[in-house]
């Protein structure tokens, strides 16, 4: 893909920052489970949007698939199974090359997606015995081929994976549901003439930061004795944190983060009355970020930026290898040293599947099996920034 920068070609239809855009498709799928593939239809979703930056997309995304359940192997039958998804879509062409009005985008003609989300399976019966809905985390990879057919109206080839969990409908190993559709896109009008405003990312290599943070862990199963005095139900541990971002204005910033290291699962999970084993593990997450202390207006002089955050990624574990997807969200203190560092506060809270936790809660809940954390750090800047702090005007240094 690098490689391809260098190309000096055209690129894609432009979008306007902060347009809007909604789509529906419909197709068929493949779906992966216990060592076999199913194919058939339908598939079919709805995807509503916005260009939040010239290059990045934000989505939230609904797609359907009527499938058999590792349950209806032999009967025919199918179940719905739904996936709620928040996406990001990627403008290749737009990050590295000038925008025009084009039918076909070149010289990548795709937008790669990643999304993170929820998944369901109906109620299925399987001869005289009914098996309940069945819920978890998923994952999503994709590509998007869009086709101008009006100045406001496209076409569109699109491709999904979902990565669905080792034990999610009785299906234990790797398990995927692959779509493939086609629909039809509306947006709103082009901005050809769009320029970046004074708080902006001038090119791609300015504003990109590095930063180291430690702290606290907290193992939380339904937040059950999270802050515990005994030795045994002790849930916290040192933990630490390393990331890369880069501001892309004054308002949103984008950071790819490695956190984790030490946790402990649930007290009593292998042997009643005995502290849960302790083990290592690592999640790497995506993080959107949002600046609300510019949110309205940016203010020369103001050194607090404060950065509420979604976000998601792989997580997995060491001495019992499992490779799953979880959640983050939380919020960033970010405070301006000088020109080249800052120093942050981060609170955030981790949702991963219990099989990496090492348990569930009381009340067997997957949205309250995490981690809570809390770390102080270092950021360094790199490259040419104007977004982050401005001196006021008429500012006098010693």
């Known amino acids: 893909m690098f490689a391809l920068c260098c190309l000096g070609a055209k690129a894609q239809p432009a979008v306007m920052p902060g347009s809007l855009y909604a789509s529906i498709h419909g197709g068929g799928f493949a779906y992966n489970h216990y060592g076999e593939v199913s194919f058939g239809a339908p598939s079919f979703g709805a995807e509503i949007g916005s260009w939040i930056m010239k290059p990045l997309a934000f989505q939230i995304a609904y797609d359907g698939v009527m499938a058999p359940s590792t349950f209806q192997a032999n009967s025919g039958n199918k179940a719905l199974f739904s996936f709620v998804s928040a ?26 997606m990643i999304g993170l989300g929820l998944l369901w399976r109906n109620g299925v019966t399987e001869e005289s015995k009914t098996h309940p809905t069945d819920n978890d985390f998923q994952a999503m990879l994709g590509l998007q081929m869009p086709v101008r057919l ?27 549901m692959h779509t493939l559709s086609l629909g039809l896109m509306w947006r709103q009008g082009d901005d050809p003439f769009h320029r970046k405003t004074a708080f902006a990312a001038r090119n791609t290599g300015e504003d990109w930061f590095v930063g180291f943070g430690v702290g606290a862990l907290f193992n939380s199963f339904e937040f059950e004795e999270i802050f515990g005095d005994n030795a045994k139900t002790k849930l916290w541990n040192i933990t630490g944190d390393m990331m890369v971002g880069r501001n892309w204005s004054d308002i949103w910033t984008i950071r790819f983060e490695l956190s984790g290291y030490f946790a402990r699962g649930r007290y009593g999970s292998v042997d009643k009355g005995q502290p849960g084993l302790w083990y290592m593990f690592n999640m790497l997450h995506t993080d959107f970020m949002v600046n609300m202390a510019h949110l309205f207006r940016f203010k020369r002089g103001d050194r607090l930026s404060v950065l509420p955050y979604l976000g998601a990624g792989p997580v997995w574990t060491y001495r019992k290898p499992v490779f799953s997807v979880g959640a983050d969200f939380g919020a960033m203190l970010r405070y301006y040293v000088d020109n080249m560092g800052d120093v942050f506060f981060d609170a955030k809270y981790m949702m991963v599947p219990p099989r990496v936790a090492g348990g569930t809660g009381p009340h067997g809940s997957i949205f309250g099996t995490g981690y809570l954390t809390f770390t102080v750090g270092y950021i360094c800047n790199f490259g040419h920034s104007t977004v982050r702090y401005r001196m006021p005007v008429n500012h006098c240094t010693d």
Not at 102 to 110: A, C, E, L, V
Request: glycine share 2%.
């Open 150 to 176: 009006t100045d406001r109206l496209s076409a569109k080839l699109e491709y999904k994976c979902f990565f669905l969990p080792q034990t999610f409908d009785n299906s234990y190993g790797d398990n995927y």
């Open 87 to 112: 996406e990001f879509k990627w403008d290749f062409n737009a990050t590295f090359f000038h925008v025009y009005n084009k039918t076909f985008q070149y010289p990548i003609p795709f937008y790669p």
